[in-house]
């Protein structure tokens, strides 16, 4: 039995999570939880790095002696380091505005179609690739010698070792998902320096140890191993999904909704381009085709300007709501800023000649009957583009909690839906450092350890398929 530490960043809280592993054994427990609260600043939003590093060390010294520590967090950000390793500046948020119109300038030089061909990923706003270029003329840019993703920053300041994690690499719109290195001909083409990277690491492999003010400051006793995981928390999450065999879609819910497929190889047609499918990479060479959809961040910031209501409440009345009365395209990227969403909806509903959701509960039932309806669009699509049709569909992370929103989504799939684990971003994170250590065998290993111990729930589909067909086809002829 051994016990590891799992650093789970999300765009809204952080967690250090403990997970004891042995035979027949996978069991997680929250060692400390703290908030992620971006800042706006006149220069425009930026994540307080300083407090989620103060967060990490703070849940270390709560999680007590542990065999090794992993690090995953959200994708595309980064902080930049100046030639003496200091960082120049709180990264930037992905939300920040200073990407758009980026994404044009960058096609002038590199065309979406080849762009898509020689990376694989989804067209976003906020990939790393279009914030590099509207960084490209700062200061702040032109002092840099070092570029590490959020999860590799914090692996730098806990061991003093830098690296760049493939997982994570594979969302920066750089990295070519057939070869699994960086893709030297786009980034030579705009103009970017790939030595501003450190080495590529693969999950499993080591980090470094523990600093010696690291384990002063969280009172741990040395050596302690910092094992590199999929750092990015998707690829984590998607680690721990309990499937067996092949044929089963996965829809990693939280802030984002990330629906798709587990491949062996990218799929890079100029078809599933225009579909805005992304290829990122996961652990054991394998390709997580996947879309981006806006996910219960459009229930998260009703409920901000709704003064936090009794959740359990406000979806028991939303369950009596009439169905598909009104939906909007989760994708819709006039949903992605923070601010004024219940508006935001209720004029996306008017837009389209909808009727307008008036309360809470009608606004979160149209919040989630969207959601189901775009898991239902991406599934579809991503079976269709990539010729492998599913038999179920796994539901994880926090919106595993959400019964309303998981029995939706089976209904919209007409397929049955398994829900849980809740934390399966952590749990991956803890069993690639397991698996590291020798204490479980292969992904299939790994999977079969979750669906033995972890709570599942499994959802039928019900209702009328025709009556999701028919929102399906009134939202398509609604949006240009």
Known sequence: MRTYAAVDLGASSGRVMTGRVGQDVLELSEAHRFPNRPVRTPEGLRWDILALYAGVLQGLRAAGAVDSVGIDSWAVDYGLLDADGALLGNP??????????????????????????ATGLQYAPFNTLYQLAAARDTVQFAHARRLLLIPDLLTYWLTGEQGTELTNASTTQLL????????????ARLGIDLGLFAPLRRPGDPAGALRPQVLRETGLSGPVPVTTVASHDTASAVAAVPAEGERFAYICTGTWSLAGLELDAPVLTEDSRAANFTNELGIDG??????????????QECLREWGEPDLDELLRQA?????LRSVVDAQDAAFLAPGRMPERIAAGCRATGQPV?????????????SLALAHRRALAQAQRLADRPVDVVHIVGGGTRNALLCQL???ACGLPVVAGPAEAAALGNVLVQARAHGLVGDRADMRRLLARTQPLTRYAPRGDAAAWRAAEDRLAAAVP
């Open 92 to 117: 930037v948020h992905y939300r920040d505005r200073r990407t758009e119109g980026i994404a044009e300038k960058v096609w002038a030089t590199v065309p979406a179609a080849e762009l898509y061909a």
């Open 409 to 411: 989504t089976a209904d």
């Open 319 to 323: 369950a009596e709501v009439p169905a």
């Open 176 to 187: 070519d998902p057939r070869t699994r290195a960086w893709s030297h001909d786009v980034a």
């Open 286 to 299: 394998t390709v997580r085709y996947l879309r981006n959809i806006m996910g219960l961040w459009l229930l």
């Open 357 to 369: 959701p008036a309360t809470p509960a009608e606004v979160t039932r149209c919040i989630l009957d």
